[in-house]
C-alpha cells in the first residue's frame, strides 16, 4: 500500500517561493507507468491539477503555472517536489500530492493534503 505525506512550510510571503516535498511510503518513483502528481485546491474552488512527474523523471505542467513552477524528484530518498515561484495570495490553497497510472485520470493514491497560505 502506497503512502504519500507532504511537508513544507505553511506561510510564504508574496513574490516567494513555494517548496513543498512529498514522501512515499510503500511504493517507488520509478514504478513503471505510474505519475507523481501535485494538485491543489484553494478556498472554495476546486482541484486544480499543478504538474506530475512520471517514471521516467519527465515534468509536465499546467499550462496556467508552467512559466512558475518546476517538479523534481529524489529516487535514493523516495521524494518528489514542488516549487513554485513568485507566489502571490492568488495561490493559498491546500495542496495534495498524488499518483496514480499513467493515461488515467483516477488517482489511486492521496496525501492527506497541507494548507499554504500567501500572505505577509
Known amino acids: 500500500q502506497v503512502q504519500l505525506q507532504e511537508s513544507g512550510p505553511g506561510l510564504v510571503k508574496p513574490s516567494q517561493t513555494l517548496s513543498l516535498t512529498c514522501s512515499v511510503f510503500?511504493?517507488?518513483?520509478?514504478?513503471?507507468?505510474?505519475?507523481w502528481s501535485w494538485i491543489r485546491q484553494p478556498p472554495g474552488k476546486g482541484l486544480e491539477w499543478v504538474g506530475h512527474?512520471?517514471?521516467?523523471?519527465?515534468?509536465f505542467y499546467s499550462s496556467s503555472l508552467k512559466s512558475r513552477t518546476s517538479i523534481s524528484r529524489d529516487t535514493s530518498k523516495k521524494q518528489f517536489s514542488l516549487q513554485v515561484t513568485s507566489v502571490t495570495p492568488g495561490d493559498t490553497a491546500v495542496y495534495y500530492c498524488a499518483a496514480h497510472r499513467s493515461g488515467t485520470s483516477l488517482i489511486e493514491y492521496w496525501g492527506q493534503g497541507t494548507q499554504v497560505t500567501v500572505s505577509s
Open positions: 512527474i512520471d517514471d521516467n523523471g519527465r515534468a
Open positions: 510503500g511504493g517507488s518513483l520509478t514504478t513503471s507507468d505510474y505519475v
